[in-house]
């Protein structure tokens, strides 16, 4: 066997694989550096969802001539000098492959000005030009150009630009939530789609989710064994359908933690309604000693010195803010103040001490027990020694949000109402014979609900309720199906305000929705105008139905959305039925039966059956008259 020795053009394409996966990866990466680089101003365009174009301009301290070559070589960096710093990141930016990574994939050109002149070098696909004055301000812009162009593997597995470009916009937004003392402008095919002009967490709130925002959170700040807590949770009564809504922010750095996403859905578990989720931006300002940032190659997660100590903290500040209990008003920040953003100095011990420590996890709603009485100036080594036997596990009532190491790709899921009809008929249908309608005669009601017929031997029970139930699903059914569907246009637009996943999610399915009776299309902005409705559908709860749909997002099994239309099909089929209670004259109950035409093995929409067959001999044994 044969050993080869890589060569660097080959390196770092295997580099790019792990650190520069799509679009969004390469802007996260450039963005990182101008952050890093001390900008207070940065600049990010991008064309075709980031395929074609990607330019991040920043104000920072800039490249000098005779370091651009370095720039572009694996494994160089300005973060670290030695192997003792990986033990104390405070950067983004550490690792020393992004450049070199993205430079061997596409055709890259950095232009910095670091003195009195600017200059560029450029690369293509990782063989580098020469470095030549140029005109620029101070700062630095890294333009990338056709990405990919040179590994058509990678770039076939690409998505579509729409959904390139949302998963950027996601990643903006977290970049522009998590420095909010930093002006950013993010443009999308020329146009403007974020501005955010550095002046605190609030105002970095309302460019990303509008200014009605504010209105439904609770600012928090709070200090326990070392670690600090701030930033922004939803009121107990705001929530939203899927985990898109969820930012966290560990020293400055976006992350996806299974650790504190348990501690906040578990302080959420008893306000919540299944299939909701909290909205929250926190940050976590931890010891950077013992928080470990390496451990993804994306940096998408880190791992803590002890996860307990982590969950307890979290846990307990946010049920005391939820529940308001005496400890709230410690946590909670006035209207009108402004934490220190997330850049501020990262604790290495406690401040001064302050109320004892928070409550146990809760196992589930039921009421929360005390925790053990521990002081809140203890260091983060004193609460893990403190806390370790006598918090029970972070696991909680509830599992584990699901590791999410990129933006949320997504597809068209749903709750499924599964079509059991046909399959109710064929298991039924030996046991419930279709009888001719003809023979079937009419004996009566009971408690104004039960429709009885006779024919020979046998007797039929029929719930009126269900029978015309599962007469008028058939028929809205039948009309979708034959795409005879009518729309109804409503009195005013339902306008629908999405952030980008969840936009590019449902744009995929204008078409579907449009040929269901719907008038669905963009109105700008990230929100979606919905015009009109199913004819049959009048009544429905847009809300209700559009948030089912995004809530979707979180299902791990891809449906057709015509599955949840079904259901609300048979919503609407419910509340046009007769109800059990009203009594039906003997001509209405012959309809009833005749628009059955005979099918005792029917089932309504929810499952139920409609009709139940007793024989004669039944009832005798019933009366004891056979044995």
């Known amino acids: 066997m044969k050993i080869h020795v890589l060569t660097a053009d080959i390196y770092n394409k295997i580099a790019a694989g792990e650190v520069v996966d799509r679009p969004y990866s390469v802007v996260k990466e450039l963005v990182e550096n101008a952050i890093d680089a001390g900008a207070t101003e940065i600049s990010v365009e991008i064309e075709q969802g980031g395929k074609s174009l990607v330019r991040v ?10 370091e651009l070559v370095h720039a572009y070589q694996p494994h160089a960096t300005s973060k670290l000098a030695s192997a003792e710093d990986l033990f104390g990141v405070t950067t983004l930016g550490f690792r020393g492959e992004a450049l070199a990574s993205i430079a061997a994939v596409s055709r890259m050109k950095i232009v910095s000005r670091a003195g009195e002149e600017a200059f560029s070098l450029t690369s293509d696909g990782g063989a580098m030009g020469t470095v030549t004055p140029a005109a620029g301000a101070r700062g630095t812009e890294v333009t990338v150009r056709d990405l990919f162009y040179n590994t058509p593997a990678r770039l076939k597995f690409l998505k579509s630009d729409g959904a390139e470009e949302a998963d950027v916009t996601q990643m903006m937004a977290r970049i522009l939530l998590s420095r909010p003392e930093i002006s950013f ?10 501005r955010s002009f550095g002046d605190g967490l609030a105002s970095a709130l309302v460019c990303v989710y509008g200014k009605e925002i504010l209105g439904e959170l609770h600012r928090i700040d709070a200090e326990k064994h070392g670690v600090r807590i701030y930033g922004y949770i939803g009121n107990r009564n705001f929530s939203k359908p899927n985990r898109t809504y969820q930012s966290l922010f560990v020293n400055g750095r976006y992350v996806v933690n299974q650790t504190v996403g348990a501690a906040v859905s578990n302080a959420y578990q008893s306000y919540l309604m299944k299939r909701q989720y909290p909205f929250y931006v926190l940050f976590l300002e931890i010891p950077p000693e013992i928080v470990d940032v390496n451990v993804h190659p994306n940096k998408a997660d880190v791992r803590f010195a002890d996860n307990q100590v982590v969950y307890g903290c979290v846990y307990s500040v946010v049920s005391s803010v939820l529940d308001g209990n005496s400890r709230a008003l410690e946590y909670l920040v006035p209207d009108g103040s402004d934490s220190a953003p997330a850049t501020s100095s990262v604790p290495a011990a406690p401040s001064a001490p302050a109320a004892p420590s928070a409550e146990l996890p809760r196992k589930g709603p039921e009421k929360k027990a005390p925790a053990p009485d521990v002081a809140q100036s203890m260091t983060y080594a004193q609460a893990k020694e403190e806390l370790s036997f006598k918090i029970p596990p972070y696991g909680g009532g509830t599992p584990l949000p699901p590791r999410e190491e990129e933006p949320v790709r997504l597809e ?31 004996k ?30 058939d028929r809205l059914r039948e009309k979708v199906r034959n795409r005879t569907v009518v729309s109804q246009p409503m009195l005013a637009p339902y306008l ?23 008038e669905i299309g963009d109105f700008g902005g990230g929100t979606v105008k919905v015009s009109a409705v199913p004819s049959d559908l009048v009544r429905l709860d847009c809300k209700a139905f559009f948030d089912e749909i995004l809530s979707s997002m979180e299902s791990l099994r891809a449906i057709r959305l015509s599955d949840l239309l079904k259901d609300k099909l048979a919503q609407a089929a419910c509340k046009a039925a007769v109800k059990g209670g009203e009594s039906l004259t003997a001509e209405e109950a012959g309809a009833l039966l005749a628009e059955m035409n005979g099918d005792m093995g029917l089932k309504c929409p929810h499952g139920r059956p409609v009709a139940v067959h007793v024989k004669k001999s039944e009832l005798e044994k019933l009366f004891k008259r056979i044995v």
């Open 412 to 442: 068209v899921h749903a709750p499924q109402t599964e079509d059991a009809f046909e399959e109710n008929k064929k298991l039924l249908s030996a046991a419930q014979p279709r009888v001719e309608v003809a023979s079937l005669r009419y």
């Open 57 to 66: 301009t920043d104000n920072g301290c800039g490249i000098e001539a005779g």
């Open 496 to 518: 629908i305000t999405l952030n980008a996943p969840e936009f590019s999610f449902l744009e995929k399915q204008f078409s579907l929705l449009e040929e269901l009776g719907f």
């Open 185 to 194: 402008t993010y443009l999308v095919n020329g146009k403007e789609k974020y």
């Open 444 to 473: 009566g009601e009971l408690f104004r609900t039960y429709l009885l017929f006779e024919c020979g031997d046998d007797a039929y029970i029929v719930d009126q309720h269900a029978a015309h139930e599962r007469i008028i699903y």
